[in-house]
């Protein structure tokens, strides 16, 4: 039996990680979990899973909680997410949790030698190199659960890293891939968040729709399959079937398929290197689906995608800048502060003003994390 530590397990990929442990009772048991605000939920988590650990958010909530659970073990706040993730009877750290808030709990977990599945992608985006690195030293599995990056990582399967011709991650365009420029100039936050595939957490979904969700995911791939840029393509494919592919070098390229469902993503991230059933899952019908289309990607219509290419090329800082001042612009028109396309307006500023730092350390991606959300918020 695995044990696992769950950090965001009351957000849309926490809930669905909670899924294939009713799945496999047998297989694992959940530790430490670590919440934001949504008590609510956390209750019926420890009803339901019994973890030892559980962090909160806030102070209040962890004071609440602990007066109506005597008998668990609560922390909050930063310091309760490193708790969690490093809880001492977890062998992996699924790390769900939204944010680069997620980065200092992996690095710490990584420390300690836990295998870990890694959804939360602002962790790679702001600092790849340092993650990577410490995985390297300590001997560490990085396993994807981004739906792509795991496509990419099962096509990856006994084959050389050397063979590669190139990655394609696929698109699905998300809720205005149909819309011109201009008619993304009103569009509203409800809007925003009705995702033609994918029933995901409020950010992701609007990076979906800015096409940044992609430009993030090609930095993160960058950084787990150790490639270079011009080696990492995106290529439109709205129903969302093929997950990612690779190019070998023989002209071969290997696509992983399926309904859209991140349990499996998730899954197979948990049961690596074997594969468990999923019995509650929908199996694919190609002849019933008929027709799948796919369309070059467009830097201009999508202007984040562009960004975040440029942003990955520069390296250093200048992906933590990208990351920053996406999360804060999103929080920004999430919150009916801005408009949609002030977005990768606001973005394109930060990253204008930054001037990148080479082979940053962790204070130093802290510092321009924290100064490029100030930046951001001064401009609103
Ligand atoms: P959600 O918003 O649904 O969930 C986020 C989770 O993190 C919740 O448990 C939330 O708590 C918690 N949380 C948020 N902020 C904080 C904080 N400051 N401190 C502690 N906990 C916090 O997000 P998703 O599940 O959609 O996404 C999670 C990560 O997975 C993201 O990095 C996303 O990019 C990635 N991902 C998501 C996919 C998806 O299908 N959803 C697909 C691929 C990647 P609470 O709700 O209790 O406040
Ligand atoms: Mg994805």
Request: glycine share 6%; proline share 3%.
């Amino acid at each position: 039996m695995k044990t696992i530590s769950l950090l965001g397990a009351t957000g849309s990929i926490g809930t669905q990680t909670l899924d294939i442990f009713r799945e496999h009772p047998e297989e694992y048991k959940l530790a430490a979990i670590s919440v934001g605000k949504n008590i609510d939920l956390t209750r019926k988590i420890i009803a339901e899973f019994q973890p030892e650990l559980v962090s909160v958010q806030t102070m209040a909530d962890y004071n609440t909680l602990k007066a109506e659970f005597p008998m668990l073990k609560f922390t909050f706040g930063e310091e309760g997410l490193i708790e969690a993730a490093v809880y001492d009877k977890s062998d992996i750290l699924v790390n769900a949790v939204l944010g680069s808030v997620g980065l200092n709990p992996t690095l710490q977990a990584i420390e300690c030698g836990k295998t870990i599945a890694i959804a939360n992608k602002e962790t790679l985006v702001t600092a790849g190199h340092l993650v990577i690195e410490a995985a390297k030293k300590n001997n560490v599995a990085l396993l994807p659960v981004d739906s792509e990056h795991s496509a990419i990582f099962q096509a990856l399967q006994g084959e050389k890293e050397k063979n590669i011709e190139r990655l394609i991650l696929t698109a699905s365009g998300g809720s205005f891939r149909d819309r011109t420029r201009s008619e993304l100039e009103q569009v509203t936050v409800e809007e925003a968040l009705n995702h033609p595939n994918w029933s995901m957490g409020a950010k992701i979904t609007i990076d979906s729709a800015t096409m940044m969700n992609k430009g993030l995911e090609v930095i993160e791939a960058h950084w787990l399959f150790s490639l270079g840029y011009e080696k990492i393509d995106v290529l439109l494919h709205k129903e969302s079937i093929i997950h990612s592919m690779v190019e070998f070098h023989d002209t071969s390229v290997i696509a992983q398929l399926g309904t859209p469902d991140m349990r499996v993503p998730i899954q197979f991230a948990l049961s690596y290197p074997d594969r468990l059933p999923l019995t509650t899952g929908n199996r694919l019908n190609l002849a019933q689906i008929g027709t799948l289309h796919f369309q070059e990607m467009d830097m201009e219509r999508f202007r984040c995608l562009k960004f975040a290419y440029e942003a990955g090329k520069i390296g250093g800082t200048m992906p933590t800048v990208l990351n920053a001042a996406n999360e804060a612009a999103v929080a920004a028109f999430l919150e009916g502060k801005i408009r949609f396309l002030q977005i990768e307006d606001l973005i394109e500023q930060a990253l204008s003003a930054h001037q990148t730092t080479r082979h940053p350390s962790l204070s130093v991606i802290q510092e321009v994390d924290k100064e490029t959300r100030q930046f951001v918020n001064s401009l609103l």
